[in-house]
């Protein structure tokens, strides 16, 4: 894949394996998985493991979760973006486009998750014509429900997954098609 893509702050490529010691050093930390199933990483194979499976998303679709690099320094802060969900079920929809991302710490309440959110968000609907992004947080995540409710998209329903945890379902529609 060769998207690259900008904001003022924030520079958005496909993810390497050389990101795979960045990668590891956010997803070890346990304040970052907090949210996430409290299961960090334990070995930096996990990180390659997970580019890998991304990927294989831009070659089977087009799209994945992308290195999200503060052009300031070039350091990766994490991950952004959109995928494509047809490996899973998640609150009963399955074959749906997906936003997410995940920061490293240091780069908390800093605006890169909103600043990423609303580049990611226009990408979806001008450049992929997507008709409905949609997004899951846990519900106690507040930081996350607000960036997404911040960047326009609704909040939906509750839902309790698998796992037993509560997670919050939001959803936007492309500009053009809300009535």
Known sequence: MNILLETPRLLFRPLELTD???????????????????????????????????????????????????????????????KFVNDHIENGNTNFFDYGYRLNEPHWNKGYATEATQMWLDYGFSQMNIDKMNAYTHAQNGASNRVLSKCGMQFMEEYVAEDGILWKWWQMLHPENKE
């Open 20 to 82: 795979a010691k960045a990668m590891f050093k956010m997803d070890s930390n346990p304040n970052v998985h907090k949210y996430l199933w409290n299961k960090p990483a334990q070995d930096i194979e996990e990180s390659v493991k997970v580019i890998e499976y991304v990927q294989k998303q831009y070659k089977e679709n087009n799209i994945g979760r992308f290195a999200t690099i503060l052009k300031e320094t070039g350091e990766f802060i994490g991950w952004t973006g959109i």
